[in-house]
């Protein structure tokens, strides 16, 4: 069982930056592949970033490349995401989730990962 806690979100204007994180408890965190999502009102979750259980291997969606970047420090147990240069379009509840991988992957799907924490809010204004 993997507890996971995010933290970090809160009231911004766009173009200013945050770093959220997801601190993990529980289990060997270096044994999990882990990524953040995000919802939008009315809208479907969707991936924003993905990260392989060492680190080595990142992915970001389309939207955010370029603005924000996905890290983690295994000895930490925690899982980064430093949003730069932020739109009111990424206004949405992020949530970081895990699963356990044992190979150099990261994974793109909700349905790929087993463990979800409770969310934190950003709010980009105009």
């Known amino acids: 069982q993997v507890q996971l806690v995010e933290s970090g979100g809160g009231l911004v204007q766009a173009g200013d930056s945050l770093r959220l994180s997801c601190a993990a408890s529980?289990?060997?965190?270096?044994?999990?592949?882990m990524g953040w999502f995000r919802q939008a009102p009315g809208k479907e979750r969707e991936t924003v970033a993905a990260?392989?259980?060492?680190?080595?291997?990142?992915y970001s969606a389309d939207s955010v490349k370029g603005r924000f970047t996905v890290s983690r420090d295994n000895a930490k147990n925690t899982m980064y995401l430093q949003m730069n240069s932020l739109k009111p379009e990424d206004t949405a509840v992020y949530y970081c989730?895990?699963?356990?991988?044992?190979?150099?992957?990261?994974?793109?799907?909700?349905?790929?990962?087993?463990?979800w924490g409770q969310g934190t809010q950003v709010t980009v204004s105009s």
């Open positions: 990260i392989s259980p060492g680190g080595g291997r990142t």
């Open positions: 529980g289990r060997t965190f270096s044994n999990y592949a």
């Open positions: 989730a895990a699963r356990e991988s044992f190979g150099n992957y990261y994974y793109l799907r909700q349905s790929d990962y087993n463990y």
